[in-house]
């Protein structure tokens, strides 16, 4: 109950309480370094962290550690700088708060205030030195962050500090325009298209370029963007082979694949160097709304990728019942792949080994 007090006092900026604090209370004696047994958190990560200036301010000058740790690795910086309590910051930071102490996983107390909209904080931590170039374990920069998040005030604070921070990538080559097309935001892929000079497909290390994390996300705003302005092209392939469209296809984004056969004109059967087609894809996935979008939309129901597997051998081996029934609606023929193999002999579940002894036995 004692140690519970002590944290309640930290939360509410009861300075009064902490004044006395030199006493042996209750047979325990506490201190101004007493960590929190569930977080490892000291009086001074949570007043910090709530924002009591008074608090903090009474706590350092009594001699509370700045740079002890919670079992987060963070220190009382990292909780003032997260939380956008920008006098906190400066209090610490005068005190002699190491700008750029990293906590777990390597992230800084700018790494943090990047994560909100914490624009007074961040110009006082780079104030103080903080190093926009600092990557965590990950390889993300502040920047990084900040394309992720979307607050495009604090994109161009970052740039405005140092042009170049928008040339850099993550440990898995993923650079700030993919993040910023993976999220959706527009506002900020605008910006680095405007200020960066980045090439038309940048590709991280499974192969994915900006335009391919846009479209699978259906963001198709930030997708025209990069088309239009950046020449990113409908028809490259990640490492596993699938272009644009049949990413789309395979997270069942229907307004992407909408967006690129009907507004883009792309060719609904565009085959990838591994044969693969949108319907094969969606089909390995199930999703059907899309195989029904595709085949009214002409694709071909029995073009084969380079194991001469159809949309229903995809079908048929990853057990989706819907799916087959619709592909043998509309014309798809059983007939063996490359391996002698046809989709009725690779069911295994019984309701999509009945679908087919049903077709068969109709003679269809």
Known sequence: MLMDNY??????????YFKTLNTNEGGKLLTLNTQYDKSGDTALH??????????????????????????????????????????????????????????RADWTPLMLACTKDNEDTIRLLMKFGANVHLRNKDGWTPFHIACREGHLN???????????????ASKNKRTPLHTA???????VVSFLLDKGNYPPDSKDSAGTTPLMDAIRSGHNHVAEALISRL?????????????????????????SVKFLVERLNTKVDSRSSKGFTALIVAAK???????????????????TDNKGRTALHIAAGAQHSDTCEF?????????????????????RKPEVCRLFQNYQTLGK
């Not at 996935?285 to 073009?303: A, F, R, W």
């Open 231 to 255: 020449k990113a092209s409908v028809y490259e392939e990640d490492n596993f082979g699938l272009q644009p469209l049949h990413l789309a296809a395979q997270s069942g984004c229907l307004t």
């Open 285 to 303: 996935e199930g999703q059907l709304s899309v195989v029904s979008y595709l085949v009214s939309s002409g694709s071909d129901v029995n073009l």
């Open 154 to 168: 604090i994109v161009q604070l970052l740039f405005y500090h140092d042009d170049s921070v928008w040339k850099t």
């Open 327 to 347: 592909l043998l609606q509309h014309g798809a023929v059983i007939k063996a792949d490359n391996s002698g193999t046809t989709p009725d002999m690779l069911t």
């Open 46 to 103: 949570i007043a910090a962290r709530c924002g009591h200036l008074t608090l903090v301010q009474h706590l350092i000058d009594s001699g509370a550690d700045i740079e002890t740790s919670n079992l987060d690795g963070k220190r009382p910086l990292h909780e003032a700088a997260q939380a956008g309590q920008v006098s906190c910051v400066q209090c610490l930071l005068k005190a002699g708060a190491q700008v750029d102490s990293l906590k």
């Open 7 to 16: 944290f309640k006092a930290a939360q509410h900026g009861d300075l009064v």
């Open 181 to 187: 097309a993976l999220h959706g935001c527009v506002a």
